[in-house]
């Protein structure tokens, strides 16, 4: 009885394909077409980002660069070449220009020192304190990262009215029994006490992304290494100086990093709060540039300020390269 139908199916697929097995048609490949449309869609969705790089970034620089070998007021149509006389008359030859130089160079190289190293030594305690704090840990980290979230130049017009003849600093060591330590023409206006305040001032700005910076580092520290420590009769200083800090040197080659880059190549701190004052006791390298750039008038100092620019930026790529020649060998 089963075989009947057998037989007719047998004989339909005979009929239609000839006894060969019917088999499914692979699908045609992609046309060349299709992949050439989307590679040109691709292009065109890039293209505004590379329009823009070209134009703000590798146009300006390139000007920039050209501008460092020539003179020019900015308002001239031409420019006047003079090769590297704008690089020797900062350097060494211009008797104006260069001892200006040479005077903020010797103001750079004080906070390049100074604030990288009481930035680690205020960050890392810190970050080590709060790693610590199990209540209002959150409330706490939000506090202290206030200062970098908040709009610079408020924060130093404030710190300004503080540092005043008759600013806070002055009225509290008033009321401690501490006149004598009191500065009647201003923290600011002693060329004394000058440059050691803004320092303070610009590593109170930079503490705040150094300690988020070592709390990262402390939460990726295996337990068990602090806990073998604390079992060896380590204490809470012996652990946090033999055991934690040898983990966390990346990080502060990190953080010194950052910081050497800004007190190089940064100045609206000392723009903003003294304009290179009291006698240019304040005055860096990167307030040179923008004085010699924009407050000039119509003197053709803008190739002059460019040079100082591109010498500024040659000094960080040094200072980049040193530190990754100094992380490669620890690790």
């Given amino acids: 009885m089963t075989t009947a139908p057998r037989q007719a199916a047998r004989e339909a697929v005979k009929e239609r394909g000839g006894g060969r097995p019917v088999t499914a048609?692979?699908?045609?490949?992609?046309?060349?077409?299709?992949?050439?449309?989307?590679?040109?869609?691709?292009?065109?969705?890039?293209?505004?980002?590379?329009?823009?790089?070209?134009?703000?970034?590798?146009?300006?620089?390139?000007?920039?660069?050209?501008?460092s070998f020539a003179t020019w007021n900015g308002?001239?149509?031409?420019?006047?070449?003079?090769?590297?006389?704008?690089?020797?008359?900062?350097?060494?030859?211009?008797?104006?220009?260069?001892?200006?130089?040479?005077?903020?160079?010797?103001?750079?190289?004080?906070?390049?020192l100074a604030s990288p190293a009481l930035t680690v030594l205020v960050s890392f305690p810190l970050a080590v304190l709060l790693g610590q704090v199990k209540r209002f840990q959150g409330v706490l980290r939000s506090v202290y990262f206030l200062p970098y979230v908040t709009s610079g130049i408020a924060v130093f017009f404030a710190w300004q009215y503080?540092?005043?003849?008759?600013?806070a600093i002055n009225a509290l060591l008033d009321s401690l029994g501490?006149?004598?330590?009191?500065?009647?023409?201003?923290?600011?206006?002693?060329?004394?006490?000058?440059?050691?305040?803004?320092?303070?001032?610009?590593?109170?700005?930079?503490?705040?992304v150094a300690m988020l910076l070592y709390l990262t580092g402390l939460q990726g520290i295996d337990r068990s290494l602090l806990e073998a420590a604390q079992l060896d009769g380590a204490g809470w200083w012996r652990t946090n100086a033999s055991v934690v800090w040898p983990l966390l040197r990346p990080i502060t080659a990190?953080?010194?990093?950052?910081?050497?880059?800004?007190?190089?190549?940064?100045?609206?701190?000392?723009?903003?709060?003294?304009?290179?004052?009291?006698?240019?006791?304040?005055?860096?390298?990167?307030?040179?540039?923008?004085?010699?750039?924009?407050l000039k008038n119509l003197s053709p100092t803008l190739g002059l300020a460019s040079a100082l620019g591109w010498i500024l930026f040659a000094a960080a790529l040094v200072l980049a390269l040193?530190?990754?020649?100094?992380l490669r060998s620890k690790t």
């Fill in 75 to 112: 308002f001239s149509p031409n420019w006047t070449w003079v090769g590297l006389d704008n690089y020797a008359d900062l350097l060494w030859r211009d008797p104006i220009y260069a001892p200006r130089v040479r005077h903020a160079a010797l103001n750079t190289l004080w906070v390049m």
């Fill in 178 to 208: 501490l006149g004598s330590l009191q500065q009647p023409q201003g923290w600011l206006g002693n060329p004394s006490t000058a440059m050691p305040t803004m320092i303070v001032v610009t590593v109170w700005t930079h503490v705040p």
């Fill in 25 to 67: 048609m692979a699908a045609p490949p992609p046309r060349r077409r299709w992949r050439g449309y989307e590679a040109l869609s691709g292009y065109l969705f890039v293209a505004p980002a590379v329009l823009l790089f070209a134009v703000m970034g590798l146009y300006t620089v390139g000007y920039g660069f050209a501008l």
């Fill in 322 to 326: 040193i530190n990754l020649r100094a």
């Fill in 254 to 294: 990190i953080v010194l990093l950052l910081n050497l880059r800004e007190s190089l190549q940064g100045f609206q701190t000392f723009l903003v709060m003294t304009y290179g004052g009291p006698g240019d006791h304040t005055n860096v390298l990167g307030l040179e540039a923008y004085r010699l750039a924009f």
């Fill in 162 to 167: 503080i540092l005043q003849p008759d600013g």
